[in-house]
Nanobody, 130 residues
Framework: QVQLAESGGGLVQAGGSLRLSCVAS??????????MGWFRQAPGKERQFVAT????????YYADSVKGRFTISRDNAKNTVSLQMNSLKPEDTAVYYC?????????????????????WGKGTLVTVSS
């Protein structure tokens, strides 16, 4: 079984920062063959794309709403992907999900959306207070 385990969520005031991490595990999972991404879902809203990174880390894409504030990165030696979130806003409040897609195109994660994802984490809650 492939597992993606997120951590780092919590409560932060507007303007603050959090760093989310996701570690992938599984005997049949080759981390460097998957583009990785982050999605988020707020109560009453659809799950939305946040950020994605290519297999080798050479390409990144962000939702307009987080561009300039969030940074995605990965460490293939540790099978991890991270999301550094700065200048957080109340509208960033959501459950954040780690996602993996077997593709050499990070853009695919952004354009194809949630239904192209191969593996999902269970999510970590980020709450940003005013």
């Amino acid at each position: 079984q492939v597992q993606l385990a997120e951590s780092g969520g919590g409560l932060v005031q507007a303007g603050g920062s959090l760093r989310l991490s996701c570690v992938a595990s599984g005997s049949t999972f080759s981390f460097n063959r998957y583009a990785m991404g982050w999605f988020r879902q707020a109560p009453g809203k659809e799950r939305q794309f946040v950020a994605t990174i290519s297999r080798n880390g050479g390409g990144t894409y962000y939702a307009d709403s987080v561009k300039g504030r969030f940074t995605i990165s990965r460490d293939n030696a540790k099978n991890t992907v991270s999301l550094q979130m700065n200048s957080l806003k109340p509208e960033d409040t959501a459950v954040y999900y780690c996602a993996a897609e077997r593709t050499d195109s990070a853009m695919s994660v952004m354009t194809k959306g949630w239904n192209a994802i191969d593996y999902w984490g269970k999510g970590t809650l980020v709450t940003v207070s005013s």
